[in-house]
């Protein structure tokens, strides 16, 4: 499970940085591509990339999900049954 956190928090890093310089970059640079005004392939890597980005990210949270469902027989059981003004 650590290291479902750790694997999703460097691809939002990753992302946040990217965004960040691309950001940053717009900015101080007054310079367009022709090639980029009509949007065909810009929008075709903004539609692709996320889908990626979300493989990565489901991949490893359905494997800990799938590990998590395993039955184990546990050494201790608690029955707890609870009220509406108190636990019995």
């Known amino acids: 499970l650590i290291f479902f956190h750790d694997h999703t928090l ?3 890093t ?3 940085i990217l965004v960040g310089y691309m950001m940053s970059t717009v900015l101080t640079n007054k310079l367009t591509n ?3 005004l009509e949007g065909q392939t810009i ?4 539609t692709i990339l996320p889908a990626i980005i ?9 494997r800990i999900l799938y590990l998590m469902d395993e039955i184990n027989n546990p050494v201790l059981t608690i029955k707890s049954i ?7």
């Open 54 to 62: 979300l493989v990565f990210i489901a991949l490893p949270s359905l």
């Open 43 to 46: 929008e075709l890597i903004w």
């Open 82 to 88: 609870g009220h509406q003004w108190y636990w019995s």
């Open 34 to 36: 022709r090639y980029l």
């Open 10 to 12: 460097m691809i939002l």
């Open 14 to 16: 990753m992302i946040t």
